[in-house]
């Protein structure tokens, strides 16, 4: 299993952009989604968790950033509103994926840059 996440880039202050993130292969059951994202020179923060009991989200960006995932189609979405420049980061999607050849394991994208700037 991979994961690929796509949709960051430039955006201004205000704005929103939603991420997207791909777990590739087949016959996967998405269990639990995590959004991170990691400032320069900064640890990597827990943004947004998804499980089957709801969700959950930093304080930073409660209120602002909804997560969710389409099992249909292997997808999992943040999407983001009202972008603030402290948003800034590189953003990585991480999930607990279960698959029939490997049983429950954790996979990480390897992210994608959110820059929020006038």
């Known amino acids: 299993v991979q994961l690929v996440e796509s949709g960051g880039g430039l955006v201004q202050p205000g704005g929103s952009l939603r991420l997207s993130c791909e777990a590739s292969?087949?016959?996967?059951?998405?269990?639990?989604v995590e959004w991170y994202r990691q400032r320069p020179g900064e640890p990597r923060e827990q943004v947004a968790k998804?499980?089957?009991?709801?969700?959950n989200y930093a304080d930073s960006v409660k209120g602002r950033f909804t997560i969710s995932r389409d099992n249909a189609n292997n997808m999992m979405y943040l999407q983001m509103n009202n972008l603030k420049a402290e948003d800034t980061a590189t953003y990585y999607c991480?999930?607990?994926?279960?698959?029939?050849?490997?049983?429950?394991?954790?996979?990480w994208g390897k992210g994608t840059l959110v820059t929020v700037s006038s």
């Open positions: 998804l499980t089957n009991l709801g969700t």
């Open positions: 991480g999930a607990n994926i279960y698959t029939f050849s490997s049983g429950s394991k954790d996979y």
């Open positions: 292969g087949s016959r996967l059951i998405i269990n639990i």
